[in-house]
């Protein structure tokens, strides 16, 4: 089992930038992959970006090129670099950790709003 607990969301207006934190409770190394997922209103959660334990990363189409994922093992802790955001990034941003298919968990979530 893992907690996971994000932090980092906010009010911002088009084109900011915002950095999104999930501290996790034990090693991330031992997490097979972590990955951020969003949800807007009346809309499915879609993956925005993941990162393997091995450091392979991937990105929605929608957030290619101002998406950034990282991690610092040290601090057990991924983060999701957002840059040039859009009125249409405006979700529930979730943070998740798989050790495999169907044995994954969620943290709480946190409202990312970009609005001016």
């Known amino acids: 089992q893992v907690q996971l607990v994000e932090s980092g969301g906010g009010l911002v207006q088009p084109g900011g930038s915002l950095r999104l934190s999930c501290a996790a409770s034990?090693?991330?190394?031992?997490?097979?992959?972590m990955g951020w997922y969003r949800q807007a209103p009346g809309k499915q959660r879609e993956l925005v970006a993941s990162i393997t334990n091995g450091g392979t990363t991937n990105y929605a189409d929608s957030v290619k090129g101002r998406f950034t994922i990282s991690r610092d093992v040290a601090k057990n802790t991924v983060y999701l670099r957002m840059n040039s955001l859009k009125p249409e990034d405006t979700a529930v941003y979730f943070c998740?950790?798989?050790?495999?298919?169907?044995?994954?968990?969620w943290g709480q979530g946190t409202q990312v709003t970009v609005s001016s």
């Open positions: 034990r090693n991330i190394f031992s997490i097979y992959v």
């Open positions: 998740n950790a798989a050790f495999a298919v169907r044995d994954d968990y």
